[in-house]
């Protein structure tokens, strides 16, 4: 079956850091790949998606290239700030035919970020 | 839009009693999704519909667990009888694939924290 797995946290960064939380993933077929962030008392939010090999998703700053050789999909920023101090998820989806369609979640990195 | 809303979005019960979760997905949706949330299990997929009909329960972890859409604007989930290892926080998410079924995105609501005492 599908998994996701990701570097366990937590990370704990000063702001200005460089920041990579390492994403690998197994999958049949050509999955589509995500980064979610959750912030404290909240829901997940969709920050970035790649829907093939070589795809480079990229928001507020995060980027992440969908690497098929090396099954990763590594999360990276060059200069954290403390309002990205959050749980980072990566996931992918899975659509099997037929309606059947899923995200499979690895178990979420937190970051910190200090002043 | 309002975005995906749960109620209630804290509940505390006694173990045996029943426990109705709530979802509104965002209106033109037709996939809803039901998850739990754990430190121990991270993020669990329980359950999702498409058009109301639901698709894949085979995350539901036991009888005790229910889930119903009767219409495109409302779903439940249902613990009876609920149990402390049921204490989690469980999201609801919704999405509107059309033809790119794999790069839309799912939309989640702020979650319903459970404690089972």
């Known amino acids: 079956g599908n998994s996701v797995t990701q570097m366990e946290g937590p990370v704990t960064l000063s702001e200005e850091a460089f920041l990579t939380i390492n994403c690998t993933y197994t999958?049949?077929?050509?999955?589509?790949l995500f980064w979610y962030v959750q912030y404290p008392g909240e829901g997940l939010q969709l920050l970035l998606k790649?829907?093939?090999?070589?795809d480079k998703g990229s928001n507020k700053g995060f980027e992440a290239t969908y690497r098929k050789e090396t099954t990763s999909f590594h999360l990276e920023k060059g200069s954290v700030q403390v309002s990205d101090s959050a749980v980072y998820f990566c996931?992918?989806?899975?659509?099997?035919?037929?309606?059947?369609?899923?995200?499979?979640f690895g178990k979420g990195t937190k970051l910190s970020v200090i002043p | 839009d309002a975005g995906v809303i749960q109620s209630p979005r804290h509940e505390v019960t006694e173990m045996g009693q029943e426990v109705t979760l709530r979802c509104k997905p965002i209106s033109g949706h037709d996939y809803l999704f039901w998850y739990r949330q754990t430190m121990m299990r991270g993020l669990e997929l329980l359950i999702y519909f498409n058009n109301n009909v639901p698709i894949d329960d085979s995350g539901m972890p036991e009888d005790r667990f229910s889930a119903k859409m009767p219409n495109a604007s409302f779903s439940t989930l249902k613990i009876q009888p609920s149990e402390p290892r049921d204490s989690a926080v469980y999201f609801c998410a919704s999405s509107a694939p059309g033809l790119a079924v794999t790069t839309d995105t799912q939309y989640f609501g702020p979650g319903t924290r459970l404690t089972v005492l």
């Open positions: 996931a992918l989806s899975d659509y099997s035919g037929a309606g059947s369609y899923q995200l499979t």
């Open positions: 790649a829907t093939k090999a070589d």
């Open positions: 999958a049949t077929g050509y999955p589509s």
